[in-house]
């Protein structure tokens, strides 16, 4: 059996490695969340690449009134990805505004993903 002191001694030598561990997992947390930080803020400066609307300030018109026109200038309708291109907008964002402007009888569905302007004859 062990005495007092070497199990003292053995306490003070395991407590020197748990301090150490501590400080390697300290060292390994603060370098993570450093990579995680820059990567994610690198993701975010990507997304933001894509220059707004030029003269948006400008003009009056909202998005769904530029998809609007957009699409009447395409007599065979458009690719939601086109018009999110040519609009400097997300996708997700313009096939939002497409089922608006659909509820409001301005677009219709040519087939899957592409859309076109309902012109209203008259005035």
């Known amino acids: 059996m062990a005495s ?3 199990l003292k001694e053995r306490l003070q030598k395991a407590a020197v490695v748990v301090e150490k561990a501590r400080e390697a997992l300290n060292k390994a947390q603060e370098e993570y969340d450093l990579l995680f930080k820059q990567a994610s803020e690198g993701a ?3 997304r ?3 220059q707004p609307i030029e003269n948006k ?3 009056p018109l909202g998005l769904e009134d530029h998809i609007y026109v957009f699409l009447k200038e395409q007599p065979n309708g458009a690719h939601y990805n086109t018009v ?3 609009l400097n907008a997300k996708p997700a964002t313009i096939r939002a505004m497409l ?3 659909k509820q409001k009888g301005k ?3 040519v087939s899957r993903g592409t859309w076109k302007a ?3 004859q008259g005035g």
């Open 107 to 109: 677009v219709e569905r």
């Open 84 to 86: 999110a291109e040519k």
């Open 4 to 6: 007092l002191k070497q």
């Open 57 to 59: 300030a400008a003009t």
């Open 99 to 101: 089922y608006s402007l």
């Open 44 to 46: 975010r400066s990507r």
């Open 118 to 120: 309902i012109v209203i």
């Open 48 to 50: 933001n690449t894509k």
